[in-house]
Nanobody, 114 residues
């Protein structure tokens, strides 16, 4: 069983930055793909960033140039650095781990507001 624990959410002003972390209890962490999705009230969950086991990344168009996903295999942790945050980035952010199935974290709230 894989457990994902997210941290780093909070309230930030427009233009500010936050870094989310997701620690995974998975023995094969380094061999699997990771990602971050988000869900705003009344909207479907969307994938915003993903990173493969080899370190290749891709991003949703809405966050390209502002968000950076990275991973530290020694710590079984994936990060999402979010810069130039906008009010429309407000959502619950979920870590996802792709193995034999998709595992989800519990979510962390990010609120961008003045």
């Amino acid at each position: 069983q894989v457990q994902l624990v997210e941290s780093g959410g909070g309230l930030v002003q427009p233009g500010g930055s936050l870094r989310l972390s997701c620690a995974a209890s998975a023995s094969s962490f380094s061999f699997n793909n990771m990602g971050w999705s988000r869900q705003a009230p009344g909207k479907q969950r969307e994938l915003v960033a993903a990173i493969t086991s080899a370190g290749s990344t891709n991003y949703a168009d809405s966050v390209k140039g502002r968000f950076t996903i990275s991973r530290d295999n020694a710590k079984n942790t994936v990060y999402l650095q979010m810069n130039s945050l906008k009010p429309e980035d407000t959502a619950v952010y979920y870590c996802r781990y792709s193995a034999n199935r998709i595992y989800w974290g519990q979510g962390t709230q990010v609120t961008v507001s003045s």
